[in-house]
Nanobody, 125 residues
Framework: VQLQASGGGLVQAGGSLRLSCAAS????????IGWFRQAPGKEREGVSC????????FYANSVKGRFAISRDNAKNTVYLQMNSLKPEDTAVYYC???????????????????WGEGTQVTVSS
């Protein structure tokens, strides 16, 4: 199982980035895929998750209305469009394979089983 996140970078507050997660080594259509982030000195935080069929999705309250997750099962890729970025969004972003997503809450602690190297997102004020 491999998941590779890309697309991070340095952006000014209010700007946008699109992260990509390329997956391989498993039947992509069978799994939910999600993003979580970790900033220095802070706990891991689930950001967003999309179910296997593109159905139920989860967004952390801190990103609702600003971030949008999507998946292209033909390309085994999940995207995270991040708009109106804030300095507090600065973190390393990871994509991971989840057994399921729950629209009502973050499932990172108990449904995440594989993840890859992260991509750094830095938002300057």
């Amino acid at each position: 199982v491999q998941l590779q996140a890309s697309g991070g970078g340095l952006v000014q507050a209010g700007g946008s980035l699109r992260l990509s997660c390329a997956a391989s080594g498993f039947t992509f259509d069978d799994y939910a895929i999600g993003w979580f982030r970790q900033a220095p000195g802070k706990e891991r935080e689930g950001v967003s998750c999309i179910s296997s069929g593109g159905g139920p999705t989860f967004y952390a309250n801190s990103v609702k209305g600003r971030f949008a997750i999507s998946r292209d099962n033909a390309k085994n890729t999940v995207y995270l469009q991040m708009n109106s970025l804030k300095p507090e969004d600065t973190a390393v972003y990871y994509c991971g394979r989840y057994d399921w997503c729950d629209v009502a809450g973050d499932t990172t602690k108990y449904a995440l089983d594989y993840w890859g190297e992260g991509t750094q997102v830095t938002v300057s004020s």
